[in-house]
């Protein structure tokens, strides 16, 4: 809040906290959460995973092969 608005709401009595908004907390509030980052280089990629660990989202689940198309058409006649 800018100095004018500090002292209009003192007078009127507000009790809303002053929220920073300011592209330079919004930063400082991404930095510091523990939530996985959306965009890195693949570089920046390597090092959060050597200090983070691999996230849950981020693992290739194993896939499941299909059986061969002759296998399948085989087995309904």
Do not use: C
């Not at 570089?43 to 290739?60: A, I, M, R, S, T």
Request: aromatic residues 10%; charged residues 25%.
């Amino acid at each position: 809040m800018a100095v004018n608005h500090r002292h209009i709401a003192h007078i009127l009595g507000d009790a809303q906290p002053a929220a920073d908004t300011s592209l330079r907390a919004q930063s400082l509030a991404r930095a510091t959460s523990a939530d996985v980052p959306r965009t890195l280089t693949p570089f920046e990629w390597e090092q959060w995973y050597e200090q983070h660990g691999v996230p849950e989202e981020h693992q290739q689940r194993p896939r499941t092969t299909a059986p061969s198309w002759w296998r399948r058409f085989f087995r309904k006649a």
